[in-house]
Structures are given as C-alpha cells and as structure tokens.
C-alpha cells in the first residue's frame, strides 16, 4: 500500500502559533528514535512471517502468533514511551541562557512551517510502516487472533499526534486524515472485511 507524502503535506493544516527552535528540534529528535524502533519490530514481524503463507498450516500459524504479538506490543510501549516524552517536554519550561538569540527571536513562519513538515513526514512513515506490517501479519494469521495485540496500540496511535501537537502547538490535520483511514483499513481486515479472510 502507497500513500502520498505530498497529499499529507497538502493537507497538513498549518496553524501554528509559536514552537520554540529547542521543542522543535526535541519533538523531531523523539520521533526519529520512534521511527528506528518501529522500523526494527516491524522488521522482526516481518521475518517471522517469511516463513509462512496463508496456506501455512494451522499450528505453523498459531506458533508464530506469540511472537508476532510481542513484536506489536513492542511497538505499542515505545509509541508510549516517546508520548510520556514528548508530554513531560511540554511540561518542562525551557533552560536557555539570557543572551541566546532564540529566546527572544520568534521563529519565522518558514521555520515554523518546516518544523510542522517535518514532524508529519516522520508520523507519516510510522504510521504508515505500523498499519501495512499489521495489514501484512493479518493477511497469513488472521485478524482474530491478532486483535488483542493491536488494540493498545490502535488506541496509542491517535495520542502520539496529541502529543506532538501540543508540544509544537500546530494542528497536524493532514496526518490526522490519514491516520484515521489507516484505522478504518486496520479494522476492516481485523473484522475479516477485506479479501477472502
Ligand atoms: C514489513 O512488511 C510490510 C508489508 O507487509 C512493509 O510495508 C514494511 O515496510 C516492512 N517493514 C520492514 C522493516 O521490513
């Protein structure tokens, strides 16, 4: 599945108020570690799944569903570890020093625009990466047996751009749309709707 970074960005929805350069810096920093983790589990479903088919047998299946389902709920503690993060960095008020420029300098809207772009292009791939690995273990395992891993984490997706948000002080519209097709896709093939589940 293929999604346009460019269609997110288009409707990005930036309105920004005023994101200081050390928060911006700090949110994009939390969400490149995410992005790496993610990009690790997702890699170990992955590799789990390589050995199977659909047409795999029922107990080839059922023995890869634990490790599939640590692989996810590994995914769903990190998303929670970067939100505590990313909330306890909203918390905390700023330490600079009285002469740093950026103190007292409003970042320009360009700054702030860029920021705000940044931060959507790297949920963008998380969630993205997230949902078409889930779509891909659904596919051989089935979604009944996967639902209690995915919830958590389905829940903690929407709370990462809260998050992020209320750092930055932006509204991430477009990555809210497009998370919340993935959610409708994810539910459809954990449902059985899609394809000859
Ligand atoms: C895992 O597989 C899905 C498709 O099933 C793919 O979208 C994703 O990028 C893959 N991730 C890694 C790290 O291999």
Redesign the pocket.
């Known amino acids: 599945?293929r999604f346009s970074l460019f269609g997110v960005l288009a409707l990005s929805g930036l309105s920004i108020a005023t994101p200081t350069i050390a928060k911006r810096a700090d949110a994009v920093s939390v969400l490149t570690d995410l992005k790496a983790q993610v990009?690790t589990f997702?890699?170990a479903?992955?590799a789990t799944?390589a050995t199977l088919s659909p047409d795999s047998s029922a107990a080839d299946k059922a023995a890869a569903v634990p490790e599939v389902g640590a692989q996810i709920t590994s995914i769903t503690s990190a998303v929670n570890s970067a939100i505590a993060e990313l909330n306890s960095l909203a918390a905390t008020p700023e330490k600079r020093s009285p002469l740093s420029i950026d103190a007292i300098e409003a970042p320009t809207w360009e700054k702030r625009q860029e920021a705000a772009i940044i931060v959507a292009v790297l949920l963008a791939a998380i969630f993205?990466?997230i949902i078409?690995?889930l779509?891909?273990a659904i596919a051989i395992l089935g979604g009944a047996v996967l639902i209690v891993f995915t919830t958590p984490l389905t829940a903690a997706l929407p709370l990462l751009i809260l998050a992020v948000e209320a750092l930055l002080n932006v509204v991430l519209g477009g990555v809210t749309v497009l998370l919340d097709t993935l959610l409708t896709t994810l539910a459809l093939a954990l449902a059985g709707a899609l394809g000859g589940l």
Do not use: C, P, R, Y
């Open positions: 599945m990009f997702t890699g479903i992955n799944l993205v990466e078409a690995t779509l891909g």
